[in-house]
């Protein structure tokens, strides 16, 4: 398992049946660092060989910073639990909170 691998974070759903999406650098599978934005688009041409009958094309756009900030919200709220996890067993190990 790679601890340093660059994935797939936001899904936003478009008018015309395609959606965007944006790939990070990630420790894991927290996003530290957005590296490209896509809009894929569903296209039944695409790949006539699929099982599915469904390819699709990837088209790069901009990095879509709202993604980059959801991914990032992401990372804070998992950081945020276990630093109140940590934190909370530490003091119950300090005042001895094992009542």
């Known amino acids: 398992m790679e601890v340093i ?5 936001g899904f936003r759903e ?3 049946g395609s959606f965007v999406t944006t790939e990070f650098v990630a420790l894991w599978f927290l996003p530290l660092w ?15 060989g699929n099982q599915s009958g469904q390819g699709t ?3 790069n ?11 990032w919200l992401v990372l804070l709220g998992i950081v945020a639990v276990l630093c109140f996890i940590v934190g909370f067993l530490y003091l119950a190990e300090k005042y001895d909170w094992s009542e």
Request: hydrophobic share 40%; aromatic share 8%.
């Open 5 to 9: 691998r660059r994935q797939f974070h």
């Open 14 to 16: 478009e008018v015309d």
């Open 34 to 48: 957005p590296v490209a934005s896509y809009k894929v688009i569903r296209n039944d041409d695409v790949n006539a």
């Open 57 to 59: 094309l990837k088209k």
């Open 61 to 71: 756009i901009p990095i879509r910073w709202g993604q980059a900030m959801q991914g």
